[in-house]
């Protein structure tokens, strides 16, 4: 089974499953999106909508607010086609423990998601998801997924990292890879065996090469649709890796194998 292990909720929903169709990807685990780049066909559409998402960033927009509505658009989304998506729910970002608890019983667990994410902290507020590790252990282990691109410095993977190594427990995927920071944050996962590698919007194809080669059983294919076409990203795939079992394990094996997906 091809595994998309992360993609946004596209607009209108039939596009989405026409990449699918096209990359020939089975399933998909489907995240929010508060905004929707897919359907600017100017680079000045591109740049209004981008420039919501900033707005909900610095507060400008109601975060909360656009928070919830992006969590109906998912499960609705996932409700078409049940059969070909699975979800991650966002958060809010500094939530206390007991607040964190309430939220995924709310708008994770009751929506059958299956894990967390995207978070995306600032550079220098990476602690503040230490309350959402101790959450998410008391709720099933539910895996984390974190945005490892910029803003973030390599302190702040760092700090990320160690986590991770405290909480042995809860899974967490480093999305995109660390960024520029990719080589060093290959070299720090090399003894943690709960964190996982997510390949979409990668550096450099070199950072793709080492990842697979080094962490076989824990680097997940993912698109980051719509910022990459989900075909374009299975085709760097199959382009790096020429053993086919190994290709299938990378293109779903592996987050089929984390998120318990039959």
């Keep these: ?21 096209e990359a020939g990807i089975d399933k998909t685990v489907l995240f929010t999106s508060v905004v929707h780049p897919e359907n600017a066909s100017s680079l000045f559409e591109f740049k209004k909508e981008m420039g919501t998402l900033y ?24 409700k078409e086609n049940p059969h070909r998506y699975v979800g991650f729910g966002s958060i ?15 708008y994770i667990v009751k929506n059958s998601f299956y894990g967390i994410g995207e978070l995306t902290p600032n550079s220098g507020q990476v602690e503040l998801l230490e309350p959402l590790f101790q959450a998410s252990g008391s709720t099933g282990n539910l895996p984390l997924w974190v945005h490892t691109f910029f803003p973030l410095i390599a302190q702040d993977i760092k700090t990320l990292l160690d986590l991770a190594k405290r909480y042995p427990s809860v899974s967490l995927i480093l999305g995109h890879m660390g960024g520029i920071h990719w080589l060093d944050t290959l070299v720090a996962c090399k003894e943690l065996s709960n964190v996982y590698i997510d390949l979409s919007a990668t550096f450099t194809t070199l950072a793709l090469e080492f990842a697979i080669r080094e962490f076989p ?11 990459t076409s989900p075909l374009s990203a299975k085709i760097n795939i199959e382009t790096l890796i020429k053993d086919k079992g190994l290709c299938q394990q990378v293109l779903g094996g592996n987050i089929a194998n984390l998120l318990q997906i039959c």
């Design 1 to 21: 089974m091809i595994i998309d292990s992360h993609a946004h909720v596209v607009l209108p929903n039939e596009r989405q499953i026409e990449w699918m169709d």
């Design 217 to 227: 059983e824990r680097v997940l294919f993912s698109s980051d649709a719509p910022y």
């Design 55 to 78: 707005d909900i960033i610095n507060g400008i927009k109601n975060p909360l607010e656009e928070r919830l509505k992006a969590i109906e658009e998912l499960k609705s989304a996932i």
């Design 92 to 106: 809010p970002m500094g939530l206390s423990y007991e607040e964190n608890l309430i939220w995924i019983e709310k």
